[in-house]
């Protein structure tokens, strides 16, 4: 099974709620990494996390968009006055700093109806 | 911006029969690259990458890949593939920094979807 775990699994919204997901990284991993994946395609890097600061956010984090990770260990992120278009997969990764890639979780699905 | 293609989107093979799967990447520096499968209902793994080094590179479950840096290339084979292979399969390429370590995230292919028939 994958050390990194992420909650809920699935998510149904109404248009125009917030939703927060979770995502548990493998304990001794300092890096967490938020993905997007929409049906027919690859997962699309969002943000990545050294510890607790925020390093680095894709252009496709729009300003209803908003992750932390507070202690550098779990991280959240929520999406605010979800659009049908928000539907997706959101995958969280880890890894260590002196790795790549990452170790990737399950995932949450996010339905917005 | 970097970006990576994947030239079939739908591959259906017998069991036995040899594997290629293609893997092009745009990225004007030094890049890492990986392939990840996904199995049905199950997360992404990783399979190999490549830093640096001999550009053969061998994964899991009989996996390699072969990096090819005059044609921006890094194509996965297998010589025998089994139904169990049945999966999404996808490249992703991150710029590396001089540094050797690297920040940003990966850029994934839009993936291949493998099917080996019994």
């Known amino acids: 099974d994958t050390g990194v775990s992420q909650d809920p699994r699935h998510k149904i919204t109404k248009r125009g709620q917030n939703v927060t997901f979770r995502c548990d990284p493998i304990?001794?991993?300092?890096?967490l990494y938020w993905y997007r994946q929409t049906l027919g395609q690859g997962p699309e890097f969002l943000t990545y996390f050294q510890n607790e600061a925020q390093l680095e956010k894709s252009r496709l984090l729009s300003d209803r968009f908003s992750a932390e990770r507070p202690k550098g260990s779990f991280s959240t992120l929520e999406i605010q006055r979800t659009e049908q278009g928000d539907s997706a997969m959101y995958l969280c990764a880890s890894s260590l700093a002196t790795t790549a890639g990452g170790d990737f979780g399950s995932g949450t699905r996010l339905t917005v109806v | 911006a970097q970006s990576v293609s994947q030239h079939n989107h739908h591959v259906i093979l017998s069991e036995a029969a040899s594997l290629e799967l293609g893997c092009n990447y745009s990225y004007g520096g030094t890049v890492n690259l990986f392939w990840y499968v996904q199995y049905p209902g199950q997360h992404l793994q990783l399979l190999l990458k490549y830093f640096s080094g001999d550009p053969l590179v061998k994964g899991i479950k009989g996996f390699e890949a072969e990096f090819i840096k005059s044609k921006f290339s890094f194509n996965l084979r297998k010589p025998s593939v089994q139904w169990s292979d049945t999966a999404e399969y996808f490249c992703a390429v991150r710029g590396a920094q001089r540094s050797g370590g690297g920040a940003d995230g990966l850029t994934f292919g839009k993936g291949t979807h493998l099917i080996i028939q019994p």
């Open positions: 304990s001794e991993h300092n890096r």
